[in-house]
C-alpha cells in the first residue's frame, strides 16, 4: 500500500513564503513523475509544478519564478517552495505521484490529502 503525506501548509502574509514537503511511502518500487496541484474555493483544480525522475520541471505561468519544486528521489518525497506568495496563491495543495509497487511494472496515481495554504492580504 502507498501514501502520500503533505505538510508545511499555513497561513502566510503576502510576499512571505512557505515549503510544502510531500513524502511517498509503503511498497514503493519506482516514482516517475511527482506534481503540486492546488484548488482555491469554487474553482477547479489546477496543475502548480511537476518533476521528473530525471528533475525535468515545468509550473504553471501564474507561479513561473516564484515557486521552485525539487526532488529528494532518494526519500521519495517532493517539495515546492513558494516565494513572493500572493493572496490568489490561497488553496488547498495536493501533492500527486505516478509510482509502480514491488512486483509491478503499471504506475498509478496516488493522491496526498491536501494541505491548506492561507494568503493574508
Known amino acids: 500500500q502507498v501514501q502520500l503525506v503533505e505538510s508545511g501548509g499555513g497561513l502566510v502574509q503576502a510576499g512571505g513564503s512557505l515549503r510544502l514537503s510531500c513524502a511517498a511511502s509503503?511498497?514503493?518500487?519506482?516514482?516517475?513523475?511527482m506534481r503540486w496541484s492546488r484548488q482555491a474555493p469554487g474553482k477547479q483544480r489546477e496543475l502548480v509544478a511537476a518533476?521528473?525522475?530525471?528533475?525535468?520541471?515545468n509550473y504553471a505561468d501564474s507561479v513561473k519564478g516564484r515557486f521552485t519544486i525539487s526532488r529528494d528521489n532518494a526519500k521519495n518525497t517532493v517539495y515546492l517552495q513558494m516565494n513572493s506568495l500572493k493572496p490568489e496563491d490561497t488553496a488547498v495543495y495536493y501533492c500527486?505521484?505516478?509510482?509502480?509497487?514491488?512486483?509491478?511494472?503499471?504506475?498509478?496515481?496516488?493522491w496526498g490529502q491536501g494541505t491548506q495554504v492561507t494568503v493574508s492580504s
Open positions: 518533476a521528473t525522475s530525471d528533475e525535468r520541471t
Open positions: 500527486n505521484a505516478e509510482i509502480a509497487s514491488y512486483g509491478s511494472r503499471r504506475y498509478f496515481h496516488y
Open positions: 509503503g511498497s514503493i518500487s519506482s516514482i516517475n513523475v
